[in-house]
């Protein structure tokens, strides 16, 4: 047993004691302590007091880095807000610590304390945001960019090599390999397929009459004695949804409007299985203005176009197929689980543990993901993006099968987000539902789907959802996409953030500078001011660090922690279903040994059973 002591000091001003319940928690690297009230014989947090407290846990909690304080009403009294100096916490290693307040804390709301040197406070303190304020900064990625002075700085970076070395502690091999490679053709290609937006690319059956790409423009980059046209079954095609884009104010940066540019970027997949890009032009429509820039060009025209691409590319991947299309649609098929089906009905057994925490995310979330100035487009603009690209979003894109079929990359090589899309239901579906009648005489079943329609997709007959249930295989389906979205989509567009977003270069959500208008006129220094400044950069990659941390809370795609089914069936389903995600596990590990790039992000180990990141 380990022993804390408290004092706590209420401030000495008129009225700053309480009578309500005070309750504490204490976060350390090896842990949490319980829940626990400061409760003394007699009267407790008087104006100008200091009472003494003994909190006891089984171990100790080795470096003390957070208190969490709650205030709960006493009796029917009605608000009596308390005036918290501080409390000094001595550790049972003897160890002083002083966590300072000095604030007015009213009932219901959660005040996090954090210890006086700042540096020791690392793990848990993320840990502990990771419920309470998911998007903000790290506070130890916090320190650490503020020891450098790089924390609201607004001056230019003076090389790419400085903005690749703002974390000394956060490394990952992928990072390094990003930082390494980022102006890299094959890599820019392979990005499509396996980094962090695998939806925006396409096969090309031929090439849009916008995009007045000739033969004589990319031949020395194909196949040497075939043409365009031979070619185009090898084209493939970044074509950014100019109708989403379009109209769209750019955000305004010290006092003038960024620029968007919905552009088109056209991708070869070369005899070596790398998939190339060959053209980019960066508007919709061709001008001489609009130049269709190419791999001959100079190195920073050509490094300039594919920044503007990924910009674009960025804002779709956070706003669309990351915010939109997993948390937001998540909270659709949450709330109408929670108000259409009873608790002892088997989907709401089957679905719930996969929306642990999700409405907490979301609801934090909403204003704090990027803030007003963290993108080209501003909060409003991405906003507008999201309502836009929901009125076009159809059921067949977000089942795998299909829209890998949709988009033409059945037998594209090296992708490794289409391969690796597992998931299971089918059998628990069955077991429950053996017939088609049983469907349809479902109300709670038909309840959440229609609720689903109406309000999560407007009641877009369009859109190809469905707003009813009458077989079990289309109950299996929708019940797969659902799973599918809050675990492995998920965790295909969140879980690399830090990798790929930590090279600004590489990717950046805002980009200062408007898109060249003619060739050879830029230079590495036309990139860096293009580029976010210091502060920018450090907020915006300290954000993307904490989005892509893991807990040690984590719960595993296919784990059910909580039993909730009670016939033995189920139980072997799902103990059937976690054999098969533990081989396959083991069979992307075995093939990311072979990779030069390995592709770990839908291996079921790292995939969250819901999303609570």
Known sequence: MAEYKLEVTTGDMKYSGTNDHIYVTLFGTEGQSERTELDNFGTDFSTGTTGTYTLSTNLSLEKLLLIKVEKDPFCYLPEDEWYL???????????????????????????????????????????????????????????????????????????????????????????????????????????????????VIKRCSELPPNFPVTEEMVKPFLEEGSSLQEEVKAIYSSLTRRRWMEGIPPRAYNGEPLHVTAGLCLLYLNPENKLMPIAIQLHQQPSEQNPIFLPSDSETDWLLAKMFIKNVDSMDHQAVQHLMKTHFLAEVYTVAALRKFSVIHPLYKLLIPHFKSTLYINTGGRKNLFGPDGSSLGYDGLTELMRRALSETTYSSLCLPEDITARGLESIPNFYYRDDGLNFVKAVVEYYYPSDSEVRKDNELQEWISEIFTHGFLGNKASGFPESFHTVEEVIKFITMVIFTVTVQHAAVNNGQFDYYSCVPNISLLLRKPPPTTKGQSSMETILETLPNVGETVNFEAMVCLLSETYSDMVPMGSYPDERFQEPAPKQMIKEFQAELSNFSEAIATRNLLLKIPYSYLDPAHIENSIAI
Not at 125 to 134: A, D, G, R, S
Request: glycine share 8%; charged share 25%; proline share 3%.
């Open 85 to 199: 100096s501080k409390i000094v916490v001595t550790t049972p290693e003897g160890e002083a610590i002083l966590f300072p307040c000095y604030r007015w804390i009213s009932r219901g709301e959660l005040v996090e304390l954090r210890g006086g040197r700042g540096l020791f406070q690392v793990f848990c303190l993320i840990m502990y945001y990771k419920y309470f304020f998911c998007f903000t900064l790290s506070y130890f990625s916090g320190i650490e960019l503020e020891l450098k002075g790089l924390l609201g700085s607004a001056e230019k970076w003076e090389s790419i090599e400085d903005m690749n070395k703002i974390f000394w502690w956060k490394k990952t091999t992928m990072t390094e390999y990003v930082s390494e490679h980022w102006k890299e053709d094959d890599f820019y290609g392979f990005q499509f397929l396996n980094g962090l937006n695998p939806k």
